[in-house]
């Protein structure tokens, strides 16, 4: 099973930006979803971003469109999640995930996990 970890998280202020980082353990087939969700306590695991491991097309959801970009290289076996402009309604634990096939923002639709990054954005 691949492995996937995180990582790039950390405290920030306002309005800063953040890249995040997954690099997995092996190659992830193109026609596979690779995504981004986040988690905050108490609250279900949403998703935040997906995309093909090809390299795309790209989803993204209201909250992440226009401010945010997620980007895989096959190269480097790593997905990225270029954070700009966080608030501190962005703070959480952010994952990376992968499934097989059309992509989705469910996270039970997804089999693969990292063990998450957190992200403190104060004000």
């Known amino acids: 099973q691949v492995q996937l970890r995180e990582s790039g998280g950390g405290s920030v202020q306002r309005g800063s930006s953040l890249k995040l980082s997954c690099t997995t353990s092996e190659y992830i087939s193109a026609t596979n979803c690779m995504a981004w969700f986040r988690q905050v306590p108490g609250k279900e695991r949403e998703g935040v971003a997906a995309?093909?491991?090809?390299?795309?097309?790209?989803y993204y959801t209201e909250a992440a469109k226009a401010r945010w970009i997620i980007t895989h290289s096959v190269i480097k076996n790593t997905l990225y999640l270029q954070m700009r402009e966080l608030q501190p309604e962005d703070t959480a634990v952010y994952f990376c995930?992968?499934?097989?096939?059309?992509?989705?923002?469910?996270?039970?639709?997804?089999?693969?996990w990292g063990q998450g990054t957190q992200v403190t954005v104060s004000s």
């Open positions: 995309i093909y491991s090809s390299g795309g097309p790209e």
């Open positions: 995930a992968v499934k097989m096939g059309a992509c989705t923002s469910l996270a039970r639709d997804f089999h693969n």
